[in-house]
């Protein structure tokens, strides 16, 4: 097939790319900047310069490539991480969730293209009531009145739009490989990054490189629908954490209460920390036929830390 990348040169879109050409699809890849046209030659695909919040150069690069299939993968996230001011941290990335999905869509359905595959999110945004893991059929926390109610909304955004297409939803879990957690690692060797109060919060974790496979499959079997892109081994905060520091050679995070973390972090942090819901896989196990190679973070922590 003909697969537009939009956001080919991310974290994840460096291991999709490469991973769809070797799968024998036509890539079109998108960057921000002409500088990185020749990585995206290097990986095996068309490059092609987008500014993904214009609609006008979103039209030219989809009609220019003449897809069958669009995969938005366009993201921001850069910098130390920020949770308790999420809104600013997030804000650039969340208006490619908001507008640049509705200039895809736009383009897409003036050039025809026959299939949509969004990137969303399910790590720790479940819900908070009821059981700690959760499937498909149940709700995203809003975390209304937080600095993360913005993104969560523009999450909301991604999956009503491209489900009114009849497209596909990937709710990756917490990325992690090369390039995907490398300030939260640094934050961790500093002892910057603590456990909050009983650290029972929950998070479902993934590896860049399963993300990749299941994006893969999910393009070639034309899913429809919302998935949960997570591994194996949903987990609370104080199992994760301190075996994540353990991984980096650093010392075991500090605890600290709830109080303190909700003053210095923000209630984000210490609901995540403290509540998190994670998710279950089992349905794009069944429907995808995907099995993540890393099961577990534990066995993905331990091999890109050991690098």
């Known amino acids: 097939m003909r697969v537009f990348v939009a956001g080919g040169t991310g974290v994840l879109g460096r291991r999709l790319v490469p991973l769809l050409v070797?799968?024998?699809?036509?890539?079109?890849?998108?960057?921000?900047?002409?500088?990185?046209?020749?990585?995206?030659?290097?990986?095996?695909?068309d490059g092609v310069v987008m500014d993904g919040l214009d609609a006008v150069s979103v039209g030219e690069a989809v009609a220019q490539a003449r897809p069958d299939v669009i995969v938005h993968q366009m993201t921001a996230i850069a910098g130390k991480p920020d949770i308790k001011h999420m809104d600013r941290w997030f804000?650039?990335?969340?208006?490619?969730?908001?507008?640049?999905?509705?200039?895809?869509?736009?383009?897409?359905?003036?050039?025809?293209?026959?299939?949509?595959?969004?990137?969303?999110?399910?790590?720790?945004?479940?819900?908070?009531?009821?059981?700690?893991?959760?499937?498909?059929?149940d709700p995203l926390d809003p975390m209304t009145g937080t600095s993360a109610a913005p993104g969560m909304a523009a999450i909301r955004h991604v999956e009503d739009a491209v489900l009114a297409v009849d497209g596909a939803v990937l709710r990756y879990g917490?990325?992690?490989?090369?390039?995907?957690?490398?300030?939260?690692?640094d934050l961790i060797r500093k002892r910057q990054f603590p456990l909050v109060g009983s650290g029972a919060g929950h998070c479902s974790w993934l590896h860049l490189d399963d993300a990749a496979s299941a994006t893969a499959l999910a393009v070639e079997k034309q899913a429809r629908g919302v998935f949960n892109i997570v591994d194996d081994d949903p987990a609370p905060a104080n199992d994760w954490l301190?075996?994540?520091?353990?991984?980096?050679?650093?010392?075991?995070?500090?605890?600290?209460?709830?109080?303190?973390?909700?003053?210095?972090?923000?209630?984000?942090?210490?609901?995540?920390?403290?509540?998190?819901?994670?998710?279950?896989?089992?349905?794009?196990?069944?429907?995808?036929?995907?099995?993540?190679?890393?099961?577990?973070?534990?066995?993905?922590?331990?091999k890109e830390l050991s690098r």
């Open 242 to 302: 301190p075996y994540l520091a353990q991984c980096a050679g650093a010392k075991r995070p500090m605890r600290v209460p709830v109080w303190l973390a909700r003053l210095l972090a923000g209630p984000v942090a210490v609901a995540m920390m403290t509540e998190g819901r994670a998710f279950s896989n089992a349905k794009a196990k069944r429907e995808l036929g995907w099995e993540p190679d890393y099961a577990s973070w534990r066995q993905g922590f331990a």
């Open 22 to 45: 070797a799968r024998g699809h036509q890539v079109t890849a998108t960057t921000t900047s002409a500088a990185k046209l020749g990585a995206v030659q290097r990986l095996g695909a």
């Open 91 to 137: 804000a650039v990335t969340n208006r490619l969730r908001t507008e640049g999905t509705d200039h895809l869509l736009a383009a897409a359905a003036a050039t025809g293209v026959r299939h949509f595959v969004a990137q969303g999110y399910a790590s720790w945004n479940g819900l908070r009531e009821g059981g700690w893991i959760k499937t498909e059929d």
């Open 174 to 185: 917490s990325l992690y490989g090369p390039g995907a957690t490398d300030d939260q690692v």
